[in-house]
Nanobody, 128 residues
Framework: QLQLVESGGSLVQPGGSLRLSCTTS?????????VSWFRQAPGKEREGVAC????????HYANFGKGRFTVSRDVAKNTVYLQMDSLKSEDTGMYYC????????????????????WGQGTQVTVSS
């Protein structure tokens, strides 16, 4: 399994922005893997946020993220980003990145069962 590392979470006021990053530790890279972001708020189930294919040619968003969130990747930097704008209190939660179980295949999914490697998460808190 890949060792994924998320960063960028923080406390931000409603209406603010954050950019989360996901990369790998060790020798293995994100190359060839579709990557999705998930989140989990206290007392709630984990939900998919956004997905990007291995070359970044296709993306998909949960309805709550459309128009506010943007997922992208920099292959050279081995990093996938989640830009979050116009943040709301309901966006508060732990955010995780995960790589698809299938390698070398474009996977557009927000189902956790399609993803095999997960990071430890980064906390996003939206509050005034």
């Amino acid at each position: 399994q890949l060792q994924l590392v998320e960063s960028g979470g923080s406390l931000v006021q409603p209406g603010g922005s954050l950019r989360l990053s996901c990369t790998t530790s060790g020798e293995r890279t994100l190359s060839g893997y579709s990557v999705s972001w998930f989140r989990q708020a206290p007392g709630k189930e984990r939900e998919g946020v956004a997905c990007i294919t291995s070359m970044g040619s296709s993306t998909h968003y949960a309805n709550f993220g459309k128009g506010r969130f943007t997922v992208s990747r920099d292959v050279a930097k081995n990093t996938v980003y989640l830009q979050m704008d116009s943040l709301k209190s309901e966006d508060t939660g732990m955010y995780y990145c995960a790589t698809a179980k299938a390698f070398g295949v474009a996977v557009i999914s927000l189902l956790a069962s399609d993803f095999g490697s997960w990071g430890q998460g980064t906390q996003v808190t939206v509050s005034s």
